[in-house]
């Protein structure tokens, strides 16, 4: 993916259209702003899953966005910097195909044909100890709304950033890589990013997609909330003895979630959850002993497995933005909502915020109205925050119900757990929602184009 470190100032598409938009609709933009030569229509702080997807759907709709992003592009592709593998859901992968990603992604991406929820028992393995207290999930089920989609996909984030990467470079999207955002200037009509070399750069609206540390959040004024969880993430890629037949496991055990999560060639990525102290044990013991506590841990209902790679891990916590957006600013992805993995959701949220985002730019665009409106950036808002909270406050009742040997607790999830599989109506809205098929649907996530 080619690299733009030192493009000079220039009219981008926004400027014109500002300005051949005033006969029409020119009321309340500034005639400062009728003038200004902006770098991009949109900045976005943060190259990632979501900044990237977020780029892609712009310029589809017909905007220049600029990525910034402080890590070289090399770097980021490369296996040993992300081992994580995320689960996709449906209307993610919709989005997906519809900017391109189809031929990069789908050779890699494994369906999820099922989902298996137990809870287990302390002090014994995943597998062989659980109550009889499940939840199953079937792709039949919903298989005539979801036009045929599994429940979702799993995919390694290094090939999602690889397929990201090569359709950045194919749509001729600017980036400035490696290059931080150290300081924004919110004024009335653009925002003004400085980079570390002493660069500034203008447009009319800036994106924070660069993380929980987000600065442009900073510059914004918009705090979080949020708290440590005191877990810790362990993850890596199994080789598996026995197929694992898209069947996705968790099981719910007092230290926190065990996730099995199928991969292409019979192989899986584990989500062990740990608290602190042992999870670092965990990550600094002998292969022989770690692989030990592994099969342990592990059962044998797939046989004997192997360790291919490295081991990675990721302290948990919850932070969610206060607001999703600000005058010229708009908050995406790990920015906005920081949630725990026991759902499978924190990528998706950045996925979906991006089509939402997207269409209420582009849709504004079109109509002639700025774009770092407070006015236009509110519709986002809207459509966002409602989901992005209850998902944060739903992951963080299951992490305290389900993180929790309590007997009392044992039994009320047991219960809710065995009703729900008892309700097929349930079982259904489950899936659908946690296939992102549920709500107020982007165009994207319905696989139309912007």
């Known amino acids: 993916m080619g690299l733009d470190l030192a493009r000079s100032p220039g009219k981008t598409k926004m400027d014109q259209r500002v300005q051949t938009s005033i006969g029409v609709d020119g009321e309340g933009i500034s005639a400062a702003y009728r003038a200004m030569e902006f770098d991009a229509d949109v900045i976005i702080a943060g190259a990632g899953m979501a900044g990237a997807t977020l780029a892609l759907a712009l310029k589809q709709g017909g905007l220049e966005p600029l990525l910034i992003d402080p890590m070289p592009f090399d770097t980021q592709l490369a296996p040993s910097f992300d081992g994580r593998s ?129 600065v442009v959040r900073s510059a914004a004024g918009i705090g979080t909330i949020g708290w440590d969880y005191h877990q810790t993430g362990v993850v890596g890629t199994v080789r598996l003895s026995r197929p694992h037949e898209g069947v996705a496991h968790e099981y719910f055990l007092p230290s926190g979630p065990f996730a099995i999560l199928p991969l292409t060639e019979d192989r899986a990525s584990l989500v062990w959850t740990e608290s602190r102290e042992r999870a670092e044990a965990l990550v600094s013991a002998r292969p022989e002993v770690f692989q030990a506590h592994l099969q342990r841990r592990f059962g044998e209902f797939l046989g004997p497995v192997e360790m291919i790679g490295p081991i990675f891990s990721y302290p948990l916590s919850l932070a969610l933005a206060e607001r999703m957006s600000g005058p010229r600013v708009a908050l995406l992805g790990d920015a906005a909502h920081g949630v725990h993995p026991i759902a499978g959701q924190g990528l998706n949220l950045g996925l979906k915020g991006a089509a939402a985002l997207a269409e209420v730019l582009v849709d504004a665009a079109r109509l002639g109205e700025d774009i770092g409106s407070e006015l236009v950036l509110e519709r986002y808002a809207r459509w966002r925050s409602f989901d992005n909270v209850m998902l944060a406050a739903a992951t963080d009742v299951f992490v305290r119900l389900f993180s929790s040997d309590n007997p009392l607790l044992r039994l009320v999830r047991g219960v809710g757990m065995s009703a729900v599989n008892r309700i097929a109506p349930a079982r259904r809205f489950f899936m659908e929602d946690a296939g992102g098929a549920t709500g107020d649907l982007p165009r994207l996530l319905r696989g139309q184009a912007l």
């Open 86 to 214: 995320s689960a996709i859901a449906f209307a993610s992968f919709r989005q997906w195909r519809t900017l391109g990603l189809a031929p990069d992604i789908e050779p890699h991406a494994q369906r999820i044909e099922q989902i298996l929820v137990t809870d287990g028992k302390a002090p014994g393995g995943a597998a062989g100890h659980q109550t009889p207290f499940y939840l199953r999930f079937d792709s039949e089920e919903i298989s005539e709304r979801s036009e045929g989609e599994p429940l979702g996909y799993m995919l390694e984030n290094r090939r999602s950033r690889v397929a990201l990467a090569a359709a950045v470079g194919r749509a001729g999207i600017r980036i400035l890589a490696p290059a931080r955002v150290v300081g924004v200037e919110l004024r009335a009509g653009h925002a003004e990013v400085r980079l570390q070399d002493g660069q500034t750069l203008r447009a009319p609206l800036v994106v924070g997609a660069e993380g929980r540390g987000s």
